[in-house]
């Protein structure tokens, strides 16, 4: 469904103090980007119905009526130059 590399989760451990077992909930919002969408991230507790996939220890999920907005998203992050990159097709 999505792709997570290694160097975001990392990331997120040291910014956001996650352990192993964790979870963030990815979600869309309103932005005065170019499309009017972007992602958003917290932590949260998946619930039955919604989508989880694990990335190096830490659990990310999708409440399923936004599967739709992270369908195929590519999310890297380059620690080297502190450089961000999320790919979203479903907004492109």
Same mark, same amino acid.
């Given at each position: 469904?999505f792709?997570?590399?290694?160097? +975001? +989760?990392e990331?997120?451990?040291?910014?956001? !103090?996650?352990?192993? !077992?964790d979870?963030?909930?990815?979600?869309?919002? #309103?932005? !005065?980007?170019?499309?009017?969408?972007?992602?958003? =991230?917290e932590? !949260?507790?998946?619930?039955?119905?919604? #989508? =989880?996939?694990? =990335?190096?220890?830490?659990?990310?999920? +999708?409440?399923?009526?936004e +599967?739709?907005? =992270?369908?195929?998203?590519?999310?890297?992050?380059?620690d080297?130059?502190?450089?961000?990159?999320?790919e979203?097709?479903?907004?492109?």
């Amino acid at each position: 469904m999505f792709s997570i590399t290694s160097p +975001v +989760v990392e990331m997120y451990r040291q910014e956001m !103090g996650l352990e192993n !077992g964790d979870a963030l909930q990815l979600f869309c919002r #309103y932005a !005065g980007s170019e499309s009017g969408l972007c992602i958003g =991230v917290e932590r !949260g507790l998946p619930m039955d119905d919604d #989508y =989880v996939q694990e =990335v190096d220890g830490i659990r990310f999920f +999708v409440r399923p009526h936004e +599967v739709w907005f =992270v369908e195929e998203m590519k999310m890297d992050y380059d620690d080297s130059t502190d450089h961000f990159q999320i790919e979203l097709p479903s907004i492109a």
